[in-house]
C-alpha cells in the first residue's frame, strides 16, 4: 500500500511539472493551448496503461515544437490531426515490426546536435515573446530566475517550473496587467476529427518525419530514464507501438503529437515513483483542469511560458556534454556542429539527415584504417583495405620494385572488392614483367 501513496505524490509532482509544459508547447507551436493539455491526458491515461516503460511520462514535447509548428505554418492546423494520425500508425507498424531498438543505433554526437538545434531554435523562437517590451522581458527573466534558485531551496519538491510561473502571473496581475496572456478556447470546437480531404503527399512526407523524431526522442528518453530506477527495463518494440497508440488517438482529436519527455519522466522518478499509475494518475489530474478548471490558463502571461520554453531549450543544449565531445573527439564534434547548424538555419529534417551521413562517412573513415608497410621481403598491410583507402594502397604498391616480393595479407581483417581487384591486378601486371609475387593470407 506504501508504493501507491509514493505513486499518489509522484502523480501530483508530475502533473505541476506537465500542466505548464503542456500549454506553453502548444502557444509555442501555434495551436490553441488546451490540445496541449489533452495530448498530455492521452500520454498519460492511455499510453501510460500500456506496456513498454514503467517510469517514463509521455505527452507533448518541447523537441517536437518546431516540427509542429512549421507544419501548421504551412498545411494549416486542420491538417495537424491527419498528420498526428499517420504517424502514429506508422509507428505502430514500426513497433510491430520490431524496429524499436534501431532507434539505439544513431550517432550519441547526431542526437545531442538534434536536440542543440531545436533548442536553439526553439530558444530564438521565443524571444520575440520576451523582447516585446521591458515588462515581457522582466517577467521572463524573473520567472528563470525563480526557477533556478529554487532547486537549491529544501522546498524544492514543488517543481520550481510551477513556483515560477504561479509567482509571475500573481505579479503580472498586480503590476503588470496590460501584458499578453494567454487564449483558451473550448474543448468542443478545437477537438475535431481529421479531415482526410487535406491529405496529400506534403501531409503524408511530414507524417513520415513526426513518427520518426517522435520515435527516435522516445526511445532516447526510455535509454536515459532506464539509467535512473533500479525497476523493470523498457520493452523498446512495445513502448514504439504505446507511443503510436497514443499518437493515434491525439490524431484523432486533431490534438499535438506526443513523445516521452525527459522532463517529466526524471521528475517522476525523482518523485519515488514506483508503478504505472504515477504517469496515468497524472493525466487524470490534467483531465480535471482541462474540464474544471481551464479559465486559469487565460491569468498566465505569454511571457512567462516564453521564458519556461527558453529554459526548456537551454537545457537540450546540453553545454557540458558539449564540451565533454569538443574535448575527447574533434571529429564527432564536428558532427554534432554540422547538424545543429543545419537544423538552425534550415530544418529538423535536413539537419538531422545531413548529420547522420556525416556520422556514416567519419565512422567509415574510422574503420578503414590501413597500413601499408613496405618491408625488405615485399609489402605488408594491416587494417580494413576499403575503397577509402584504395589510393594510399596503390601508392605504396607503385613503390615497390623488386624481383621477388612476398604480400603478406594475414594482418588484413576486411578486404573490399575495389582493393581486392587492385590488388590482383597489380600482382598479374607484377608477374607479368617477369616478377614473382608470393601472396601471405589470402
Known amino acids: 500500500m506504501k508504493k501507491y501513496w509514493t505513486d499518489l505524490g509522484a502523480s501530483v509532482v508530475v502533473f505541476l511539472v506537465a500542466l505548464p509544459l503542456c500549454v ?12 496541449g493539455i489533452v495530448t498530455g491526458v492521452v500520454g498519460g491515461i492511455v499510453v501510460g496503461l500500456l506496456p513498454g516503460s514503467t517510469m517514463q511520462v509521455s505527452g507533448p514535447a518541447a523537441g517536437l515544437t518546431v516540427l509542429v509548428a512549421d507544419a501548421v505554418g504551412r498545411h494549416g492546423i486542420q491538417a495537424l490531426g491527419v498528420i498526428v494520425l499517420g504517424a502514429g500508425l506508422l509507428q505502430v507498424a514500426l513497433g510491430l515490426a520490431r524496429c524499436g531498438r534501431w532507434f539505439r543505433a544513431i550517432s550519441p554526437s547526431v542526437v545531442q546536435g538534434m536536440l542543440a538545434g531545436i533548442g536553439l531554435v526553439l530558444i530564438f523562437g521565443q524571444l520575440r515573446h520576451l523582447l516585446v517590451s521591458p515588462i515581457a522581458l522582466a517577467l521572463g527573466l524573473l ?20 513556483v515560477g510561473v504561479v509567482v509571475c502571473t500573481g505579479f503580472a496581475a498586480v503590476f503588470a496587467s496590460s501584458v499578453d ?5 473550448t474543448l468542443s470546437a478545437d477537438v475535431h476529427l481529421p479531415d482526410f480531404s487535406l491529405l496529400n503527399t506534403g501531409v503524408i512526407g511530414t507524417a513520415v518525419v513526426f513518427a520518426l523524431v517522435a520515435s527516435a526522442e522516445s526511445m532516447f528518453s526510455a535509454a536515459a530514464v532506464d539509467r535512473m530506477h533500479s525497476g523493470p527495463r523498457t520493452q523498446y518494440n ?3 507501438v504505446a507511443q503510436g ?8 482529436l486533431g490534438a499535438l503529437p506526443m513523445t516521452a519527455v525527459i522532463v517529466r519522466s526524471s521528475a517522476n522518478v525523482s518523485a519515488g515513483a514506483r508503478t504505472k499509475a504515477s504517469r496515468v494518475l497524472h493525466g487524470v489530474w490534467l483531465l480535471l483542469f482541462v474540464v474544471l478548471l481551464p479559465g486559469l490558463l487565460t491569468l498566465i502571461p505569454v511571457a512567462v511560458l516564453a521564458a519556461v520554453l527558453v529554459h526548456a531549450g537551454w537545457k537540450l543544449l546540453g553545454l557540458r556534454e558539449v564540451v565533454t565531445l569538443w574535448r575527447t573527439d574533434r571529429a564527432e564534434s564536428f558532427v554534432f556542429v554540422l547538424t ?8 529538423l529534417l535536413t539537419g538531422t539527415v545531413a548529420g547522420l551521413l556525416a556520422a556514416v562517412v567519419k565512422t567509415a573513415w574510422d574503420v578503414s584504417r590501413l597500413q601499408v608497410t613496405v618491408t625488405p621481403e615485399g609489402v605488408a598491410l594491416r587494417g580494413n583495405a576499403t575503397f577509402l583507402r584504395l589510393p594510399v594502397l596503390l601508392e605504396e604498391l607503385d613503390r615497390v620494385d623488386r624481383e621477388h616480393v612476398r ?3 594475414s594482418g588484413v581483417r576486411h578486404l573490399d572488392q575495389a582493393c581486392g581487384q587492385a590488388i590482383d591486378q597489380w600482382v598479374d601486371e607484377s608477374r607479368k614483367a617477369g616478377k614473382t609475387v608470393d601472396l601471405v593470407g589470402r
Open 407 to 409: 604480400m603478406d595479407l
Open 181 to 185: 496572456r494567454i487564449t483558451v478556447g
Open 238 to 240: 512495445k513502448e514504439l
Open 24 to 35: 506553453g508547447v502548444a502557444v509555442a507551436s501555434g495551436v490553441p493551448a488546451e490540445l
Open 143 to 162: 520567472t528563470v530566475l525563480i526557477m533556478l534558485l529554487w532547486q537549491r531551496t529544501p522546498m524544492r519538491v514543488v517543481p520550481g517550473i510551477l
Open 245 to 252: 497508440v497514443g499518437n493515434t488517438i491525439c490524431g484523432l
Open 340 to 347: 545543429a547548424g543545419l537544423i538552425v538555419a534550415t530544418d
